[in-house]
């Protein structure tokens, strides 16, 4: 018997001062049987960091041609691929060649760093790539806050994010590893 997927309604409300973009966001969200709460929550944050109106989230686990979250122009080019982990070199290699702007957003710690070590050189030559890792601390703090309905705020300031609920904040600070060349967060 197949596992159902875990269904999220989150209500998040995003002050970006970087980028000055304020919204409201109605979001739902499905946990893949598979899927951890640590990624759920580092998807979430990812959609924070770059949302607009036409940010998506992908089939990302369930589908391989699909990443986590995506942007895509009217004219069905992608503008923006994110990935959530650690994936592989060659996706990471596909994608910088059918998005003008790839974002990875690694976490796991320990993991991440192995990761970081393996793959980073021989990502040094995609112009269009940022890599961003979040510190393992970090999402053990978001996943506190995973619950099947959330409201959340995100405050994004000087790259830096807080994100609250009525009862906790978690201060996340991004690191980041390699930034593209027109890439900000």
Known sequence: M???STIYKIELQISDMDRHYYASHALTLARHPSETGERLMVRLLAFALYAEDRLEFGKGISDEDEPA???KAYTDEIELWIEVGQPDETRIRKACGRSRQVVVISY???AAQIWWNKVGASLDRHRNLT???IPAATVAEL???LQRGMRLQCLIQDGQLQVMNDADAVAVD???RMAAAEAAI
């Open 69 to 71: 979250l995506w942007r």
């Open 108 to 110: 796991g710690g320990h």
């Open 143 to 145: 996943v506190a806050l």
């Open 131 to 133: 890599v961003l890792d």
């Open 2 to 4: 197949a596992l159902n």
């Open 174 to 176: 991004p690191v980041r």
